[in-house]
Each structure stands twice: as C-alpha cells, then as structure tokens.
C-alpha cells in the first residue's frame, strides 16, 4: 500500500487553523500526518513556514524529513533554527540503514531522549515566546515517561506565553508519548525523574581475583555479581577468569576466598558479570568471553556473552554456551579502538518482577553508530538452563532479533564511532532495582576515545525493563575517578533485606573498579540531599 501523500497547502492550512484555535489533538494529528505518512518534503517543510517559526517546524516535522530520507535537509533547517544539538544528533546517531518511515521515525524518537544537551536552559532568560516553548518542547522530548511530559506542563505554566508553551508540549507528549508504554504497572502517577547524591565513605575494597594475599588486593576487571544464600554473601571479582569471597556480609567478605572452575577449557578469558539464584538452589550465571587470534597479528579480540550454572554457590561452573554475539563479518580489524574489533559484552542482567524474563543490558561494539553503544535483549527465565537460541535483541522496537549474530538498535546509542580515535560512547552497565525509588537503576562508564579513557559516571533511571526506550537520558553523576577506573556499580548495605548488585535501598555504597569510597544515596523527585 502506497503511503498518503497530503497536499501541503492543506496541511499547512490544518496546522495553523489548529494552532490558532489552540486545537491541540488536531495539531498533533495534522503533524502526525506530516511526520509518518508525507513522501513529499514540500508538505513538510511548507507547514513550519506557514506558521513562521522554524523552531516549531523542526521539532514537529523532524521525523517526517527523516522519513523520507531527508535528512541533510534536516540539518540545514535545524541550523537555520539555530538547534545545533538537533542538526548533531541527526548527522551522528540516526542509522541510515533503517528500513521504514515507521522505523526511521521511531529511531529519532529514541535518539532525541538520549541527547541531553538538546535541553537549553539559557532559553529560559530570554523574553521570547519560542525561545521559551522551544526549551518546554526540549524538556519533553529528552523525556521518557508521561510524567516528564506533565512536569514540563507545568513548568510551561510559569512562562508569559502560556497558550504557546503549553500547546505545544501537549502536542508533543500525544506525538512522543501516547501508546509509548514507558508508564509500568508500578507506576503511582506522573513523577519526574530521581536523582543521587554522593558522600565520602570509609574506604572498601573488594578482594579481587588472584589475590595472594588480603593485603594485596587482586584486580576487580568487571562487573561484581553478588547474591545470598542462607546467612552467606557470595560475591564474584573476575580478570579473566573469576574468584569468589564470601563472608556475613558486604563488609566481612574476607572470610571465605577461592578460585572458581568451569567445567571446560575455551579460547580466551571468561568474566563473570551477573549471577541469579534460582528457587531450587540453582545459581545461574553469565560470562564475558574475549575470545583470541580474531584479527590475526593483532591482540584485539570482539567479546561474547556465554551462560553457566551452579550447584554449590559458583565454586563449579557448568558451561551452558554462547548466548549473544555480534552479527558476522562485522570485525574491524581496521580499528583506532585499543581492545576491540567488534562484538557484544560488558554487560548487567536483571530479572524482571515477573520474573518472566531475564533482561540483558549488552556493550556493542559493532555495526553502525546507531547500533554500537548500551542495547538490550532478553531470556525467558524458564529457559535459563537452555538458554542458546532462545536470547533475542531488541531493533526497531521490537523483540525479533536472535541473540546469535542479531543486530540491535541501540537504548544508548554511541556518540562517535567506537572504531574512531575519538570514540564517544556509553559503556559497562551495571542495573539494579532500588526498593527505596521503586526505579530500575543504570550507572554506566563513559569513554571519551579509542583508547577508553573515563569522562565519567552516569545514571540512568526506568520502571519498565520491556521498553528499552523508557530509560532515562544518563546524567553525570560523577567526574572520571582516575585511570582506568571503570566498572561503577551499586552494591546494597542491608544484610537483613539481603541487599546486593541486584537489590539496593535509599543508602548503599558505589564501587568503581572493586574500590568503593563514596556511599550513595537515592533521592525521589524533589526530595533534598
């Protein structure tokens, strides 16, 4: 069926009509038509002159020129429009590889609440009408949930130009929002997003793998799995192969330590990076594979994610195998990176309430800058002890891609090329689920070059695991802690709630690289530090 194609005098006319009567349901409708179904870029870009505000054309036509592969002319509308941030993220983090309008549309969605600078609040001191709706517009659409839609309502009610703010944010939360899903069944009502705080804390340092000695820590290359059974905290540090203490509890782990050991030999190194505990005893467990020789004459490797599974709290590991790798003949042996040609790994997995699905949280380091950065795909929890072939990723909104050799639309897209000397991404997440926010919470590293050096600690917050897009834009929560210091990662304090990575309260404490000496805290939306 061939796409409608309004006549771009009537969609003009419709916009303005709507606009002026402050019709607010048939301006997003007429832009809606605009944006998904138009192939004529003269009915899209007709419209935004007819109002005569180049800024409200940008924002509500944007999907429809990249619809119809315009996106060159984005830019130079955008620039026109001084919107710099949208001209930026449209040249580097839309995929021109996508394969429908519908698709496309959906991508710039995803990538516009994963650019936090397309905020400005410098528009806020200007005494101009679009000045002014264009941050309440900004405020929207790097939201994620229909809550950030009200609290920019809200906001738009302090500015002069009320009819103009709010129309049209309420345009846009019906555009973005309306059947996004980003509102879980936890969900209490329209709420803005969390926050942290960090305090100094007496310093604690994690054992590390092949320590010889307590004194001499050993080193924590990976995210630190941890979980209870009976009175004993169990908790796994890995570099290449993994170690396990154990003790009553996060600050007595010093009282049991051993090598663990799989029950098979495999080419290259296996971090350990999450573990479950099933019901039955069960400890399920997934690793980060880098396997050798893949760029021959080159010590670069491209990363897996395999299963295992325990019977005695991880001291034997059975391998259950490659769950989730890149798509093939995507290496880049060609790279600027300094340890990877591609591939899938550094990675967090969280199980869902339900506990129906296990939900990865993968590093990609493959494919185009759409589908490189922080993606996500999922697992059946009653597959887990047959758990190959049954991962799928998640691109172009939906479940649909195996996790063998799949590809991904990015939660997280890359900023620059992961393969350039002046890479930009998000790597490294580690998730958990704060009882004290009622919020999945996301703390990632961000490397700022080929050669992964730290920019900084970021967080990142949603209610609802199933809809990759619902998380929230990362903010900084805190400057490169030194070299090397990566891994950031929220463990639980309380032993009677039987706290861990996975489970944490208002207070517990955030390590980087196996060294914690920050405690954080979990701040709800307006509650002071």
């Known amino acids: 069926m061939e796409p409608r194609t309004p006549n771009h005098q009537t969609l003009s006319s419709r916009m303005t009509q709507n606009w002026q009567r402050g019709d607010v349901l048939s301006l997003g409708h007429a832009a809606a038509d605009g944006a998904a179904e138009s192939e004529s870029l003269e009915a899209l870009a007709a419209a935004p002159q007819t109002l005569g505000c180049d800024h409200l054309g940008v924002l509500l036509f944007a999907p429809g020129l990249v619809a119809v592969g315009q996106r060159q002319e984005l830019e130079r509308v955008a620039t026109r429009a001084n919107i710099e941030a949208?001209?930026?993220?449209?040249?580097?983090?839309?995929?021109?590889?996508?394969?429908?309008?519908?698709?496309?549309?959906w991508?710039?969605?995803?990538?516009?609440?994963?650019?936090?600078?397309?905020?400005?609040?410098?528009?806020?001191?200007?005494?101009?009408?679009?000045?002014?709706?264009?941050?309440?517009?900004?405020?929207?659409?790097t939201a994620s949930s229909p809550g950030a839609c009200w609290s920019a309502l809200v906001r738009a009610m302090k500015v002069p130009y009320l009819p103009v703010g709010v129309s049209l944010s309420t345009a846009l939360c019906l555009l973005g929002f309306v059947g996004s899903?980003?509102?879980?069944?936890?969900?209490?009502?329209?709420?803005?997003?969390?926050?942290?705080?960090?305090?100094?804390?007496?310093?604690?340092?994690?054992?590390?793998?092949n320590s010889a000695d307590?004194?001499?820590?050993?080193?924590?290359?990976?995210?630190?799995?941890?979980?209870?059974?009976g009175g004993t905290l169990y908790l796994f540090n890995s570099a290449g192969h993994p170690w396990r203490s154990s003790g009553s509890d996060l600050?007595?782990?010093h009282e049991g330590y051993q090598r663990a050991e799989y029950n098979n030999t495999v080419n290259g190194g296996r971090w350990i990076e999450c573990t479950w505990k099933a019901d039955d005893g069960k400890l399920f467990g997934w690793y980060h594979l880098e396997p050798g020789g893949v760029c021959p004459g080159k010590p670069l490797t491209a990363p897996r994610i395999g299963a295992v599974r325990s019977r005695d709290n991880g001291s034997h590991w059975e391998d259950l195998g490659i769950v989730i790798e890149a798509p093939p003949d995507t290496l880049r042996c060609d790279t600027r990176n300094r340890y990877f040609a591609g591939g899938n790994g550094d990675f967090s997995v969280m199980l869902d309430e339900a506990r129906e699905f296990l939900y990865f949280f993968v590093s990609t380091y493959t494919g185009s800058v759409s589908?490189?950065?922080?993606?996500?795909?999922?697992?059946?929890?009653?597959?887990?002890?047959?758990?190959?072939?049954?991962?799928?990723?998640?691109?172009?909104?939906?479940?649909?891609?195996p996790g063998l050799g799949g590809r991904v639309s990015a939660a997280f897209p890359a900023r620059v090329d992961w393969h350039r000397p002046d890479a930009d991404a998000f790597w490294g997440p580690s998730v958990h689920w704060n009882s004290y926010l009622r919020h999945y919470v996301m703390l990632l590293n961000r490397a700022?070059?080929?050669e992964w050096t730290q920019e900084g600690i970021y967080v990142s917050f949603t209610r609802d695991l199933?809809?990759?897009?619902?998380?929230?834009?990362?903010?900084?929560?805190?400057?490169?802690?030194?070299?090397?210091?990566?891994?950031?990662?929220?463990?639980?304090?309380?032993?009677?709630?039987?706290?861990?990575?996975?489970?944490?309260?208002?207070?517990?404490?955030?390590?980087?690289?196996?060294?914690?000496?920050?405690?954080?805290?979990?701040?709800?939306?307006?509650?002071?530090?």
């Open 86 to 105: 949208l001209a930026h993220f449209n040249a580097q983090q839309i995929g021109a590889d996508a394969q429908s309008p519908a698709q496309r549309f």
């Open 107 to 141: 991508q710039l969605r995803v990538a516009a609440t994963r650019t936090p600078h397309f905020v400005s609040e410098h528009a806020w001191t200007h005494a101009c009408p679009w000045q002014a709706s264009w941050t309440v517009a900004s405020t929207v659409l």
């Open 181 to 209: 899903g980003c509102q879980s069944s936890r969900s209490a009502g329209l709420e803005a997003t969390p926050r942290v705080g960090l305090r100094a804390a007496p310093r604690l340092q994690f054992r590390g793998a």
């Open 214 to 229: 307590p004194g001499v820590p050993g080193d924590t290359d990976c995210n630190s799995p941890a979980h209870w059974d």
């Open 251 to 253: 600050y007595r782990l």
């Open 371 to 401: 589908e490189q950065g922080v993606a996500v795909a999922r697992l059946r929890w009653a597959d887990r002890d047959q758990p190959i072939g049954r991962v799928w990723k998640w691109h172009d909104g939906q479940w649909h891609e």
């Open 448 to 450: 700022q070059d080929g």
């Open 466 to 529: 199933a809809n990759p897009a619902c998380w929230t834009a990362p903010r900084r929560i805190l400057d490169a802690p030194g070299k090397d210091r990566w891994y950031p990662q929220v463990i639980g304090v309380n032993a009677a709630r039987r706290e861990t990575d996975k489970l944490a309260g208002r207070r517990a404490r955030l390590f980087v690289r196996g060294e914690s000496r920050w405690e954080i805290r979990f701040l709800k939306p307006g509650e002071r530090d």
